[in-house]
């Protein structure tokens, strides 16, 4: 699939290098329908692809070193070369700990080859539309294209976690990663963790017309890291505590601690949310999908504890504005919200979450109708 951001990317590459790329790889950003906090208690969770992606032109090198390029707001950022051979969790910081990452993860797989990368992309960063994943993600498939090495979608999406895990430091699951590689356009995937299970439901809000409005309220709280790690630890001390494998093997939250019981409810009834939400989709009764949606942000606001007021207020001012329901995505305490809008009242809806971020103090947001896309895969 060709496209402007694969072409200026291309053209970025042999601006910087003088040649052309050997191939471009992109991968897209993503919006979790619904089932938050549910992938690392190995549920159940139902993301599609934003058509927004990052894309990396890339060339392989003979030296064993890696240069990483990124064009943002375009503006040329370089990182310092890399070694390959030298690379390690700690030893790479800010945004080039990303696709360094990636580079360790995938040395282990034997693939030492060096490269010269370069980046662009149109995911908003921070946003909880998952900027970091689709970096990752593209970089990996650069890496193992310019190597010649065929890997299956779930290794790829293993090796991304460790890389986000171990290098980056971040304790995130599978879902970001899964969804940039196995989303389709015109779906969202229905994907059971556990078993690695997929189903790809159609999903075409607007031949009912519908939108999935995103809110990115532009905040993002440094309680990010430490919020998600806790309630992992939660969950995970959950699991144990009853002697299961998951919170997903628990079909109660009675007789846990009374500080980890809201933790669990979320996610049973989370999981709950997702199965019902694409039962719905299969029978595309798309309105009922919105109650299920604000179910989802209150157990996210009230009993997993990882929203916040901009989130709420967005949330709340779409609904009143006449959204079906609304919800905060990704990890929380700041990013986006979805709500799922009538399309002649959309407008409308964008006004009153606008106005109401106004009344706040809070600065505005920003706001687009995400449409279900393609996921990752060589450009060119
Ligand atoms: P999210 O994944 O929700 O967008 P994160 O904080 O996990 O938020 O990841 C955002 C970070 O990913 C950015 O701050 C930056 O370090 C890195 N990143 C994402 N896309 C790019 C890009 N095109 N170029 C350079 N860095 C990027
Ligand atoms: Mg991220």
């Avoid at 310019?146 to 980056?168: C, P, R, T």
């Avoid at 304790?171 to 997929?198: I, M, W, Y």
Wanted: charged share 20%; glycine share 12%; hydrophobic share 45%.
């Amino acid at each position: 699939m060709k496209s402007t951001g694969s072409n200026s990317t291309a053209k970025a590459f042999a601006r910087l290098h003088g040649v052309a790329p050997a191939g471009v790889w992109s991968a897209p950003g993503r919006v979790n329908l619904i089932g938050e906090h549910t992938d690392y208690n190995d549920g159940f969770v139902l993301p599609f692809a934003i058509p927004q992606r990052t894309w990396v032109a890339a060339a392989p090198r003979e030296d064993g070193v890696i240069t990483l390029a990124s064009v943002v707001d375009g503006e040329v950022v370089t990182a310092p070369p890399l070694r390959v051979g030298s690379l390690g969790p700690g030893g790479v910081q800010g945004w080039a700990a990303y696709p360094a990452g990636v580079a360790w993860v995938l040395r282990q797989q034997g693939i030492t080859g060096g490269a010269d990368l370069v980046i662009a992309g149109d995911v908003p960063h921070g946003s909880g539309l998952s900027s970091s994943h689709s970096l990752e993600v593209a970089t990996a498939l650069a890496l193992l294209g310019l190597a010649g090495v065929e890997a299956s979608k779930s290794d790829v999406a293993q090796w991304v976690q460790q890389a986000e895990n171990d290098f980056v430091g971040a304790p995130t699951g599978l879902l970001d990663q899964t969804a940039s590689l196995c989303c389709t356009e015109a779906h969202a995937l229905f994907l059971d963790v556990r078993s690695g299970k997929q189903e790809q439901v159609p999903f075409d809000a607007a031949r009912y017309g519908l939108e999935v409005l995103v809110i990115d309220t532009r905040v993002s709280h440094s309680l990010v890291e430490s919020g998600y790690a806790e309630r992992r630890a939660g969950c995970e001390e959950a699991a144990r505590l009853r002697g299961v494998a998951a919170v997903r093997d628990l079909d109660t939250e009675a007789g846990l601690p009374e500080e980890l019981q809201p933790l669990v409810r979320h996610v049973i009834t989370e999981n709950a949310r997702v199965l019902k939400t694409v039962e719905l989709l299969r029978e595309n009764r798309y309105a009922e999908i919105g109650p299920l949606l604000s179910a989802s942000h209150a157990s996210l606001r009230d009993d997993y504890r990882v929203s916040c007021v901009e989130l709420d207020v967005a949330a709340e001012a779409a609904e009143k504005a006449g959204a079906l329901g609304a919800r905060m995505i990704g990890g929380g305490f700041g990013g986006s919200a979805i709500a799922l809008v009538p399309a002649e009242i959309r407008a409308d809806v964008e006004r009153a979450v606008f106005e109401a971020f106004a009344v706040q103090g809070f600065g505005p947001p920003r706001t687009f109708t995400a449409v279900p896309a393609a996921g990752a895969g060589r450009d060119v």
